[in-house]
């Protein structure tokens, strides 16, 4: 189950306006990323675009236009990729830039072979598909995050080689390489997103 909350800023401290995005046979278990029972094969291509499809609905339905777009780890990975191509021409959307953060350190899961069809019946199909390298991976959808974002933070110094390699064949990206933790480099963090929006 995924719960944001959120204040519009003319709002009174106290005024808060909640959004949920709900779906119990998708996300009422216990674990993070495993099957949905004993021995099913993954559904996590399902939650993954239910999950992204999902807020991309709700920042619309509640006339949010969002200036940059920060997704993070592989489970969000499809998002750049949807926004650069099924929502590219959206109004709400067409002008934000999206920022992906590789994280070394989270949990991995297994992905579905049947994501391509998910993803054609989108009409993400053939070249767009090229950064899976024909893979369905965690790591296949972080290639994809990748060549579908404006900027990339790398969250972490224990970022795979492969994926590193991947980044600097992609020249056209903003790059924040890690800084350090959040708590301690805000500041490079805040320079970073008003790149995108000075």
Known sequence: ???????????????????????????????????????????????????????????????????????????????????????????????AKVIFSVDGNEEEGEIGEDLIKKLEFDKITGDLLDPLQGEVTPDALRRMAIHYSDGVILGQESVSPELIEYLHSEPDHKVLEYPGPAVDHAEAYVDFYRSFTE
């Open 1 to 95: 189950m995924t719960r944001s909350s959120s204040r519009s800023p003319r709002s009174p401290p106290h005024a808060y306006r909640s959004t949920s995005l709900d779906n119990a046979d998708l996300f009422g278990r216990k674990s993070l990323f495993g099957p949905p029972s004993e021995g099913a094969p993954s559904d996590n291509a399902d939650r993954s675009i239910f999950f992204i499809r999902g807020v991309l609905e709700a920042i619309k339905s509640l006339h949010w236009i969002p200036d940059v777009i920060h997704c993070l780890g592989w489970f969000s990975a499809l998002a750049p990729v949807y926004l650069k191509t099924a929502y590219k021409d959206d109004p709400y959307f067409e002008r």
